[in-house]
């Protein structure tokens, strides 16, 4: 459990609260004005919790790659691939592109 604090009891006691961190594994959550703004707590726990949030990330990015790769493998076959468009097929496919937007943006 933590221990709310003031700013100014942190400020005052700093030394204390970080030898009970460290010797009794306390955590204290320091306010100003009533309002949390920071937690002290040992090292060992806040490398845990960056673990925790790492693992967290990873899982997050694997589960986008995921989704990524069902798209991509749902989508379906493109007509052609890029070898074998010319230049003025590409540019015409662009100033297709470019008219839309601004007949779009223009509605």
């Known amino acids: 459990m933590s221990t709310l604090i003031s700013a100014a009891e942190f400020h ?3 030394g204390d609260l970080l030898a009970r961190i460290r010797y009794r594994g306390e955590r204290f959550i320091i ?3 009533g309002q949390p703004i920071a937690v002290l707590l040992s090292i060992e726990e806040f490398r845990q919790l960056e673990a925790i949030a790492a693992r967290q990330q990873a899982a997050e990015r ?3 790659f995921a989704a990524f790769e069902a798209a991509w493998e749902a989508a379906p076959p493109s007509e052609a691939d890029g070898s074998e468009l010319s230049d ?3 540019q015409a496919e662009v100033d297709a592109v470019r008219e839309a937007r ?3 943006s223009r509605d």
């Open 12 to 14: 005052r006691k700093a």
């Open 31 to 33: 306010e100003r004005r």
């Open 62 to 64: 694997a589960a986008r």
């Open 88 to 90: 003025a097929a590409i």
């Open 102 to 104: 601004r007949a779009q």
